[in-house]
């Protein structure tokens, strides 16, 4: 069966630090991979979203980055965290077409 | 354009008592998608059903049951006998073709089941 991990679980960084979270899925291959952030008693806002290794598309242009560097593998980036970067982060994979997208426990990121 | 609107901020009610989320979307596709996640205070989002829009039928699943009727729109969520685990925030959203099947969200709703 397939799993996402995602971690950490919780992480506190201070401004102007940079950020690796990643992610990755097993059990299946090629899938579709996402890194939603989600702002206290929010909806989910989706930042990065790719199709394949190297394939990054931006939904919003910020202090943050994606990379793929592997089938199974998504990573979000940033170099220097700003206070706004503060949020829930998760990271959710599908298979091609409509299938519905599972998550990862996500990350509570907070920037001092 | 996509939307999905979920007008309920937030539902407290007494554990037994039925509820029903609201969920209501825009499209101009006539294949599309429609979900509903369930996010409890973990943080993790739950998939919990999947309808296309060429199954009109309503589906239940123990105490949860789903009405999508494309005449008004909407697909929404009942929860029979709630119980304080059904608290959480449940989201609705939309995929279609033409948006490569990305998921629309709507802002969720926060169900709150007092004892």
């Known amino acids: 069966s397939q799993t996402i991990h995602q971690w950490p679980a919780t992480l506190v960084q201070p401004v102007g630090s940079p950020l690796s979270l990643e992610c990755t899925v097993e059990?299946?291959?090629?899938?579709?991979l996402y890194w939603y952030r989600q702002a206290a008693g929010r909806g989910l806002q989706l930042l990065f979203y790719?199709?394949?290794?190297?394939?990054i598309s931006s939904e919003v242009p910020q202090n943050l980055s994606a990379s793929r560097p592997q089938d199974r593998q998504f990573i979000l980036s940033s170099k220097k965290l700003l206070l706004s970067d503060s949020g829930f982060y998760l990271c959710?994979?599908?298979?091609?077409?409509?299938?519905?997208?599972?998550f990862g426990q996500g990350t509570r990121l907070t920037v001092v | 354009a996509q939307k999905v609107t979920q007008a309920q901020t937030e539902i407290s009610v007494v554990e037994k008592e039925d509820v029903t989320l609201d969920c209501v979307y825009e499209?101009?596709?006539?294949?599309?998608?429609l979900f509903w996640y369930k996010q409890p205070p973990s943080g993790e989002l739950v998939f919990l059903i999947r309808?296309?829009?060429?199954d009109e039928q309503n589906e239940i699943s123990g105490r949860y049951s789903w009405n999508f009727q494309k005449s008004t729109s909407s697909f929404n969520f009942t929860i029979t006998a709630s119980q304080v685990v059904d608290s959480a925030v449940y989201f609705c959203?939309?995929?279609?073709?033409?948006?490569?099947?990305?998921?629309?969200w709507g802002a969720g709703t926060k169900l709150i089941i007092k004892p």
């Open positions: 309808r296309n829009s060429f």
């Open positions: 059990g299946t291959s090629n899938p579709n």
């Open positions: 959710a994979w599908t298979q091609q077409g409509p299938d519905p997208a599972f």
């Open positions: 499209t101009r596709d006539t294949t599309y998608y």
């Open positions: 959203a939309l995929s279609e073709a033409p948006s490569n099947y990305q998921l629309i």
């Open positions: 790719s199709v394949g290794i190297g394939q």
